[in-house]
């Protein structure tokens, strides 16, 4: 169910016997001084009258970090959620924009924080899927943005290791790169650069918490069956400690 899932791999409940250490609980730092919290929960194809729920269990289970993106349709639903359920402390928001926006991508951002009735702590370009010219073009209008104080950083979502050097080279480096993420797709050198420029890597579900097909081969499958087993954990809690030993910030949905 979704609330057990969000037991399962919350922040404050990635229990026994894969306990929670407290260096699991100490936020990442982006760039050298953005907080963003060890487990986010994605809000990618959560209908917008399902999102207020969903906000609410997560954090319940301890999550303090969201994202969520224009495409999805739930911005508002996110930021009202996140209002009535206030907690009081410090929440991280990451939200995306496409990378076809160009110079428009500052107005986006504009819009996304009025739909959030916040600045989000992070805009990512959503992918790479544009032309060189376009991406870069929308790059530089989401650093506007970022420059006026309409977000306080930028980050790269689904980009290969050319697309973030060419981000590298236009400035800022992204600071937090968002990449699908799992034991068999460790994506080692776009890992690699993200370490060298100080990024936080966040960690995409992609469906990797269900299916023989989402893990590999079947020995594949097999081999992480065995870890529950000795573990006496559900494939999710397995996930997501895979994620966070490596220094990732896993980022499940229900």
């Known amino acids: 169910s979704r609330r057990s899932l969000l037991k399962t791999t919350g922040a404050a409940a990635v229990a026994t016997p894969l306990a929670a250490s407290a260096a699991d609980k100490q936020p990442l730092l982006a760039a050298g001084s953005i907080a963003v ?14 999102t ?7 954090l319940e289970a301890g999550v303090r970090h969201f994202d969520t993106a224009a495409a999805y349709n739930n911005e508002a639903e996110l930021g009202a959620a996140l209002r009535e359920g206030d907690t009081g402390e410090n929440v991280f928001v990451a939200t995306k924009v496409a990378a076809t926006t160009g110079a428009a991508a500052r107005d986006a ?4 924080a009025d739909r959030l009735k916040r600045a989000p702590d992070c805009v990512y370009i959503h992918s790479p899927l544009a032309p060189k010219e376009k991406r870069l ?3 530089a209008a989401l650093n506007d943005a970022r420059r006026e104080g309409l977000c306080r950083t930028l980050g790269a979502a689904n980009c290969g290791l050319r697309h973030l050097k060419e981000l590298e080279v236009a400035r800022p480096a992204p600071a937090l790169v ?3 993420l799992s034991p068999y797709n460790q994506r080692p050198a776009e890992v690699a650069w993200a370490r060298g420029n100080r990024a936080v890597v966040t960690c995409a579900a992609w469906s990797k918490l269900s299916g023989a097909y989402n893990w590999g081969s079947d020995a594949a499958y097999r081999t992480r069956s065995t870890i529950c087993k000795a ?3 559900p494939r999710a809690q ?3 400690r895979w994620a966070l030993q490596r220094g990732f910030v896993p980022r499940p949905r229900s």
């Open 37 to 50: 919290p060890r487990v986010g929960f994605g809000l990618y194809k959560t209908a917008p009258e399902e």
């Open 137 to 139: 073009e929308t790059w």
């Open 109 to 112: 951002v504009a819009a996304a």
């Open 178 to 180: 968002q990449l699908e």
């Open 52 to 58: 207020k729920a969903a906000v609410a269990l997560a």
């Open 238 to 240: 397995i996930a997501v």
């Open 231 to 233: 573990h006496g954990a």
